[in-house]
C-alpha cells in the first residue's frame, strides 16, 4: 500500500511565476490537508479538503495561494506569482475520515521544498 | 488556539546516552502524534498517543492527557536518532481537523 506521495520533490521558481504542487493520498483516504514548514520552524496547517470540497483554509493565505482536491485526480497547491518568502517545504497528509471523530492519524508524504530565486 | 511547546529546543548527546523530550499543550486533546523529522527532511510517523504509554525498540512514549503533557524517551541513542522531533495535537475543540505542532526539539547525537 502505497503512502502519500507527493511531487515534484523540489521546485526552483524565479520570483512572479506559479508553482503547482501535487499529492495523491493514500488509497483509501479522502481527506487531505497541506502544511507548510518555513526554514527552521514547526509546520503550520494550511488547508483541509475533501473531494471537491474546500472544509477549512483558516491557515492559507489570503492571496496568491490555492487548493483544489478534485473528484479525480492528485490535489493541487497552487501558489500563483511566488516571492522569496514562499520559500519553505509544503507537506501534505491524509487521513481516511474525519480526525476528530476517530482514531486514526494524519499520514505524511516526504514534502516538496520550494525554492524561490 | 491551542498551545503546544516543546522542550528543549535542542539537545546534543553522546552516542549512548539516553534522553527526554517533552510536550506541553494548552488544552484538551484527543489526538497527539510524535513525529521524527529526519536531517533530509522526511517526517516520520513514531507513535500516536493521546494517552498512556507506548513503546518501540528504543523508543517510548507516555501522555498524561489530564496534566497536558507528553514525553518521548530515546534510550541507548544513535547517531541515526539525530534530526528534529516533534509532538503534534488535535484538540476537541478543533472542528477543522488540523494538527497543531510544536517548534520541536533539535537532537544531534555525537559519535
Known amino acids: 500500500n502505497a503512502g502519500v506521495m507527493q511531487n515534484p520533490r523540489h521546485l526552483v521558481r524565479r520570483r512572479g511565476q506559479e508553482a503547482r504542487l501535487r499529492c495523491s493520498p493514500m488509497k483509501g483516504h479522502s481527506h487531505v490537508y497541506w502544511y507548510r514548514q518555513l526554514p527552521e520552524e514547526g509546520l503550520k496547517f494550511m488547508v483541509y479538503?475533501?473531494?471537491?470540497?474546500?472544509?477549512?483554509e483558516s491557515g492559507m493565505p489570503k492571496e496568491r495561494f490555492s487548493a483544489e482536491f478534485p473528484k479525480e485526480g492528485p490535489s493541487i497547491l497552487r501558489i500563483q506569482q511566488v516571492v522569496r518568502g514562499d520559500s519553505a517545504a509544503y507537506f501534505c497528509?491524509?487521513?481516511?475520515?474525519?480526525?476528530?471523530?476517530?482514531?486514526?492519524?494524519?499520514?505524511f508524504g516526504p514534502g516538496t521544498r520550494l525554492t524561490v530565486l | 488556539g491551542i498551545q503546544v511547546e516543546q522542550s528543549p529546543p535542542d539537545l546534543i548527546l553522546q552516542e549512548g546516552a539516553n534522553s527526554t523530550l517533552r510536550c506541553n499543550f494548552s488544552d484538551s486533546v484527543n489526538n497527539l502524534q510524535w513525529f521524527h523529522q529526519n536531517p533530509w527532511g522526511q517526517l516520520i510517523n513514531l507513535f500516536y498517543i493521546p494517552s498512556g504509554t507506548k513503546q518501540n525498540g528504543r523508543l517510548s512514549a507516555t501522555t498524561v492527557a489530564t496534566e497536558r503533557y507528553s514525553l518521548l524517551y530515546i534510550s541507548s541513542s544513535q547517531t541515526t536518532d539525530s534530526g528534529v522531533y516533534f509532538c503534534a495535537v488535535l484538540n476537541h475543540n478543533n472542528a477543522g481537523n488540523m494538527l497543531t505542532f510544536g517548534g520541536g526539539t533539535r537532537l544531534m547525537v555525537k559519535p
Open positions: 497528509a491524509s487521513s481516511p475520515i474525519k480526525l476528530a471523530t476517530s482514531t486514526d492519524t494524519q499520514y
Open positions: 479538503l475533501q473531494k471537491e470540497n474546500i472544509i477549512d
